[in-house]
């Protein structure tokens, strides 16, 4: 019995080796941190600033962002960034300062320094000076703090409580002041540091006399900026030297950073600032002339526009922790303000390489000398490696241009062990040792355009290790001891396309090969290669990827294609057949391939993102992913997928390398703060404190802000004025309320809010008291009901016969005359919506029903066709106007005749007609476009007052897409429209389909 079994479980655990490898060891993951970059959201003019040069930023101690300018101060509200607030200034170039107690200050280079009181800034007259760079303040070993002002002209000053007074010692120091900051331990004392415009680095210890600092090797000249950081109980002076680069001080000596080490981009630093991350590990970020400068475990990292920053000059930056602990970082930049996230997030960009081409086709992570090694295969920019903390970039491999890389693979080969496989260019095949030498595979496949390596597995049959390669162009091949094998299913042509490969252990131990191909889904038995399921309605044209799930009892492959995933039950390899889809929809209808990690979460990457599957009770619950979330771009590549032993999902995308660590959730259970952020009476400013409304007074506005600090675009807002409305209003984005003519009383307004996550702020209730006037008090009001009454009740006896003669006179008169205007209105509608000459629907009426659908919830694929005149003009200058009215009719007609129930027939415009299809898609399409052709092609055209017939052509060009918003709506006309271009081009009297599909119908194009 034993011995039976054992090649059957031989080849379970050679299956389960493959799918996770190395699960059994300890593996250190790739450090995604390091790795990654940012995720920005920017802010520019747009979105309200008022100038695209921001110069500095901070976040008050309510959570309001302020912004400055060369000369305005600008506050964001959750939503937009506000001018018309009361932060507002004249002075130029504010720098504000938020002190320990909550004070905010501001620092400006010609009218000195001012203090908010709440409502405006309050100038502080006595500061000696009004060229002021920056107030700043330090915290003493005590935990008390002082507060200072640094001026460019006269020097250090100290804020008593009460009054500036000059410093001690102050004449000892340069008079041009940029930085302030102070240490306890550092170098064995309490040191305060100041930092100088031209003279550098000066510091004193304790009430002593001030020092330049000027240690071998330092050549600090402008000092902007110094951080002061604790790590390992240590204390650490971070300092920016403006044209000198990045210092660091700890008591070990000096380390610097800068464009002659190899370190930075630029020497010219701006600004400093500190975040944590979760594992208490320290990150210093730069705002730099190079971009946005991020320093961890003493590597450096640059990111720039290229990374999605509006601007490479970052002014000023600030790191705040949100109320739950997250590290928010506001950068101030040349383009604008940008956001981001300071600690490891769910999505990360971790390689833009191949962005300037088509992106990234290929990654492979690796388990590699207890680390983990990161392969990244991309269009024009060839292989890169990560290992040990370092990229390495090979634009040739094996003497070879590594261009249009397609496949990475680690399989098991004819050698001792595994190794990784690359296919790249037109037929080239590289294996790589484990010190990265790269040797040259000769290939049997034809160089052909358009010709690339698609997959490799390694594949065991009967106890021989086979590799098994699949082609753009020429189908697949196998190498079998050392010697490589065309294998074709009896149906291929001599140009055939087979794009993954799969292989499966059914419960009597034989292996069995799958494959997808442009013929169908492909099954190899050991003998022969047969096609188990040609292309159908089913299985539509184009597969893509394919992998092997066990679901419940049954062995499932998950494939992708260009009509959207399609699973098929392979339990029994020999009758596989497809399963009902009953998946929740995908955002996009190419669906290149479907990957399972070792919790059951099943991912599909598409061309508008990645679908995340997570199993329920019920089936599946649905998330998709975007660039919103961190991808670095919404369309994926073929075959470019891989989950690690961590179950993190690697994508490579049109802009490049992305991946998700579910691991890096959390949940966010944190009501955000709602805030007032203006209240307006008849257009003025009114006090939040007493909100009365004078009788005089028609108009209240209040605007609220709820100050989210993660996807603002999706906070709700919903209000209801207690004592005047029944029910709130609808959730909604607005975040405003206005009332005009509110009749005399007390009211509650009672605002509420809910963030992207679901969390509901606390709410908000403002009472608000409408005084009436004189005439209406309850004497007045009663006085004027008794004479009401009273001239009621003469004048209803006057008038009450008059009124029972005329009634029913009247109630005709209206009923004719209202049956007569909703004719009238029906007619005019009707009309409208309706080509007068060839009794279609119009131009007006075919956006309409587009738009609709576009604003529905229900997303749906529409074909649409477009239908123009051969030769019009001439048919319309050889036979007149009539003629071509009557040639517009009879297309109407063969329109009609080729058109189904369901579709919507239009008149364009001129001599285009246009034909829309709901839930259909391009095949369906394309038979109609087709029949019209024809139809027309057989009619008749008599030109009126003669007995000359004649006959014309018309083009076609078809489009369909998935309707999910008014951008899809443009993109199917715009797509339909290209299509009918390319008929004009193609000779007329024919038909062009608009697809992502080349012309072969063997898949995209990702060249």
Known sequence: MLKFASPLLCAILLLAASAVPAMHQAIEPLPLFELAAPAFTTFTLHDGLPASVMTGVIVDREGFVLASSANNIVRYDGSHWETDTPYASEGTLPTLTLRHDGSLWAAFRDTGIARFDGSSWQVRAEFPTGFVRRLAETRNADGSYDFWGLSTDRGLFHFDGQQWQEATGNSQLPHDLLSINITHRLLGGERLWVGCGNAGLWFREGKGDWQRFAPPGFDGGQIEDMLVTHVDGKEQLWISAFGSGLWRLDDSGLRKWSMQTGDLQTNSIYALAESTLDDGQTVIWLASRAGLVRVYKDRVRTFGREFGLPSEVIRDLKVWNSPDGTPVLWLATEGGMARALANVTPWSTLSLLGSKGTGVFAVLVEPHQGEERLWVGADQDGVAVYEHGIWQQFETLAGRRASAVRAIRK????????????????????????????????????????????????????????????????????????????????????????????????????????????LGLLRYDGEHLTLALPLQDKLKSNLLGISLFADADKSVLWIGSN????????????????????????????????????????????????????????????????????????????????????????????????????????????????????????????????????????????????LSWLNNDRSRFRSQLIGDESEPTPWSASNDRSFNHLPPGAYTLRIEAMDYAGNASRPIDIPIRVIPAWWQTGVARLVSILAAILLFYMALQWRIRALKRQRHLLEAEVADRTRDLNQANARLTELSLRDPLTGLANRRKLHQVLQQDSASNDARSWSLIFIDVDHFKDFNDRYGHPAGDEALRVVASAMLQCAPAHALLARYGGEEFACLLPGSTNKDAREVAECMRVTMRNRQVAVPGSSVLTQLTISAGVADRVISGSEDFHVLLRNADKALYAAKASGRDCVSVHDAVRADGSGPEKR
């Open 411 to 518: 399989i098991a080969d004819d050698s001792a062990g595994q190794s990784v496989w690359i296919g790249f260019g037109e037929n080239e095949l590289v294996r790589a040792s484990e010190s990265l030498d790269f040797k040259r595979i000769e290939a049997p496949w034809p160089v052909l355009p358009g010709q690339s390596v698609l997959d490799i597995q390694g594949v065991s049959l009967g106890g021989t290790r086979e590799i098994w390669i699949a082609t753009r162009k020429s189908g697949l091949y196998r190498m079998r001891h050392g010697a490589w094998q065309t294998m074709s299913p009896p149906e291929a042509s001599q140009d055939w396309r087979s794009t993954a490969i799969t292989t499966q252990v059914d419960d009597k131990g034989r292996t069995w090969l799958w494959a997808t191909s442009s």
């Open 563 to 706: 009509n959207g995933l399609v699973r098929v039950d392979v339990s029994d390899p020999l009758k596989p057949h497809i399963l009902a889809n009953d998946l929740p929809a995908s955002p996009d209808p190419v669906v290149y391939d479907a990957l399972r990690d070792s919790k059951g979460r099943i991912y599909l990457c598409t061309n508008n993102g990645v679908q995340l599957l997570t199993p329920s009770t019920t089936g599946y619950a649905s998330r998709i992913f975007t660039r919103r979330d961190g991808m670095p771009h919404d369309e994926c590549n073929t075959n470019a997928r891989f989950i690690d032993s961590h179950d993190r999902y690697w994508t490579g995308t049109l802009g490049g390398l992305g991946v998700y660590d579910p691991s890096a959730e959390r949940q966010d259970l944190q009501p955000k703060p709602l805030k007032i952020t203006g209240i307006w009476i008849g257009g003025q400013p009114a006090d939040p404190e007493r909100i009365e409304l004078q009788p005089a007074q028609r108009n209240l506005r209040i605007k609220f802000a709820l």
